[in-house]
């Protein structure tokens, strides 16, 4: 029996803070949780060799290659995702990932003709799979697989599952913008969600949750600036230059995380109002949007509830 105590780890993986609550001094616990996501990140990273996705990416243009059954899932449903009509999201998006360098050493604007070039090469139908041998083939030469928008996701998703197989029946994982909760202590999860380019402390409002996902991604999280203008790490997979449009962030509620993270680039993709519009035909899956003119935007707020705490904001919806 758990006490109502929360014990809190933290580690440093895929480049991003991670927060372990748990309600039981469990040190071994968060020791083999750390070790699992680290195993995931082992397995899809495509910021250092070895990786199961860049053996797919070191053989583009040459041969398919099989990697292990959850890669091959996750990089079906991040296909899937993709192929969905005026999709803003797009697996194969690593050429150009890799050139801007956003959030990485070495960030710069890439000439034009250069990011053309890219994106001729970044077709998510060319990603070719063969569901009987797990295996994944990218057909033109200098493809890549970048999985950044949708791994976190998922990975959060095996650390509930993990989680709840140890027999635990209350946690909370922070894999930096995805968050994902087994059950809730009395009262719920009170998690803030942060003012777009505030201070690290600062919070536009409260999401109080059960058992849910929350993901949030930004404008803000990424970025570096060059004359006077900010590029940011969400990139548009028609002109190869960041999304540009009226949000600074949103974020996802959700039952699995890879939800909310598929969902967070689509609608960055749609903007508020085609975003809500796609949202009521998935009543599982909700948004909180925060606009450039300051306005908090509720598709609708079925399983969760919201606070606002920051004044200069406007909540709508
Ligand atoms: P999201 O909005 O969920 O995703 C944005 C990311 O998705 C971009 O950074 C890019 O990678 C990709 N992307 C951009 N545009 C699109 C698009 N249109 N469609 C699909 N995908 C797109 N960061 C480090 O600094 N160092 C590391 O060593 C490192 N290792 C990582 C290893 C793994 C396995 C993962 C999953 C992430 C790692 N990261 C690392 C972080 C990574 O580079 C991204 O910054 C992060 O995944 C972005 O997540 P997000 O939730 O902030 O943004
Ligand atoms: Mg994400
Ligand atoms: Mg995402």
């Not at 082992?42 to 290659?65: C, E, F, W, Y």
């Not at 998703?157 to 209350?170: A, Q, S």
């Amino acid at each position: 029996m758990s006490d109502n105590r929360v014990y809190s780890y933290t580690a440093t993986l895929m480049g991003s803070p991670i927060l372990l609550k748990l309600f039981s001094n469990n040190k071994a616990l968060a020791s083999r949780v750390f070790r699992l996501i680290k195993q995931y990140e082992n397995l899809l990273t495509v910021n250092r060799a070895p990786s199961q996705v860049m053996d797919i990416n070191h053989a583009a243009g040459k041969h398919a290659v099989s990697v292990s059954r959850p890669v091959y899932e996750l990089i079906r449903v991040a296909k899937a995702a993709s192929m969905l009509e005026n999709s803003a999201f797009n697996l194969a998006i690593g050429p150009l990932v890799k050139r801007w360098k956003i959030g990485f050493q070495g960030d710069s604007v890439p000439p034009a003709d250069e990011i053309a070039a890219l994106l001729a090469i970044t077709d998510p139908a060319e990603v070719v799979l063969d569901d009987a041998a797990s295996s994944v083939f990218l057909t033109q030469s200098g493809m890549e697989i970048d999985l950044g928008a949708i791994a976190k996701g998922y990975i959060a998703d095996r650390v509930r599952d993990y989680l709840r197989k140890e027999g635990e029946t209350l946690g909370l994982i922070n894999l930096g913008g995805n968050i994902q909760t087994l059950g809730a202590p009395e009262g719920g999860w009170s998690l803030g969600i942060k003012t777009p380019f505030g201070g690290a402390d600062e919070l536009i409002g409260t999401l109080n949750v059960e058992n849910k996902s929350v993901v949030t991604s930004g404008t803000y999280e990424r970025f570096f600036e060059h004359d006077g203008k900010r590029y940011h790490h969400i990139l548009n997979p028609r002109t190869g230059y960041p999304l540009d449009n009226e949000l600074d962030s949103v974020t996802i509620i959700s039952t699995n995380s890879i939800d909310g993270d598929i969902w967070t680039t689509l609608i960055y993709g749609m903007g508020v109002v085609k975003g809500c519009a796609a949202l009521r035909a998935r009543p599982d899956i909700e948004a909180v949007f925060v606009t450039k003119s300051k306005e908090v935007v509720v598709s609708s707020m079925q399983h969760f509830r919201f606070t606002l705490l920051d004044n200069r904001y406007r909540l709508t919806g």
